[in-house]
């Protein structure tokens, strides 16, 4: 395959095509229920390991992004520390109750966890917890790359989740092909489609709100004044707007 950008974009837009015909329900579901915990006072969080760090990151203060959200990160494993040793971390289900704690969700609560592979031992620890706790737990992972790992569906993340969403990225995450290489990764673009995605349903939930849940970017107008109420309505529970 000559690889180019034409090919790049051809293959994105026919994964991102697949999450929106396939997947479509469960995310307007998802949004639904996020929308109404929202509305009874319950908070988001949301978590993942390797590069799917920066999806979490993403729902950090972005114009645009839902106001109601925390993500969960740690220095073991958002490269801090190197990408070696993360790479190890996401493998390490005991680090799992040491990072929830640090960011205490309470029952009623709700958390998206991302994790590619769908196979990490860190993640679906993480899930279990949640699930013990009492969240409501999504997760976003390929489907397909998980049962190419494992035939058994204990070892996989959907499996300790009220909702899974595919993000039907190919085994191995790279859509492109040079010879025996795989080139150019997608599930971290997928990913933050899928997020942006739950923000745009969940916006229809809650548009009716008087202070609007969705941050402003801070170079428009009025925007510093919109983002400092939702700050200080959030950072009770959101240790980044300290």
Same mark, same amino acid.
């Given at each position: ?32 229920? !996020? ?11 949301? @978590? ?14 972005? =114009?645009? =992004?839902? =106001?109601?959200?925390?993500?969960? !990160?740690?220095?073991?494993?958002? @490269? ?5 040793? =993360? ?5 390490? #289900? @005991?680090?799992?109750? #040491? ?59 959907? *499996? ?15 859509? !492109? ?18 997020? *942006? ?12 709100? #008087? !202070?609007?849940?969705?941050? #402003? ?16 309505? @959030? ?8």
């Amino acid at each position: 395959m000559n690889i180019s950008i034409e090919k790049f974009t051809k293959k994105i837009n026919e994964i991102i095509n697949r999450v929106l015909n396939k997947e479509k329900i469960k995310i307007k579901r998802v949004a639904e229920i !996020l929308s109404k915990k929202y509305l009874e006072g319950n908070h988001l969080y949301i @978590f993942g390991t390797g590069h799917n760090h920066c999806i979490a990151e993403e729902s950090l203060h972005r =114009a645009g =992004a839902f =106001a109601g959200v925390t993500p969960i !990160l740690d220095k073991r494993t958002d @490269f801090s520390l190197g990408i070696l040793k =993360a790479s190890a971390n996401e493998k390490n #289900k @005991f680090l799992a109750k #040491k990072i929830f704690e640090k960011y205490t969700p309470q029952k009623n609560d709700s958390i998206i966890i991302f994790s590619n592979s769908g196979v990490n031992k860190l993640p679906i620890e993480f899930s279990k917890i949640a699930k013990k706790k009492g969240l409501f737990v999504v997760t976003v992972l390929s489907i397909k790359y998980a049962n190419s790992l494992t035939s058994k569906s204990d070892n996989i993340l959907s *499996n300790y989740s009220d909702i899974y969403i595919n993000n039907h990225s190919p085994i191995g995450d790279t859509i !492109l092909k040079s010879n025996s290489i795989g080139v150019s990764s997608s599930s971290t673009i997928i990913g933050i489609f899928i997020l *942006n995605s739950l923000w745009s349903e969940m916006h229809k939930h809650l548009k009716r709100e #008087k !202070l609007l849940p969705f941050y #402003k970017s801070s170079n428009l107008p009025y925007g510093n004044l919109h983002n400092k109420k939702l700050e200080n309505k @959030f950072k009770s529970k959101n240790i980044f707007l300290r």
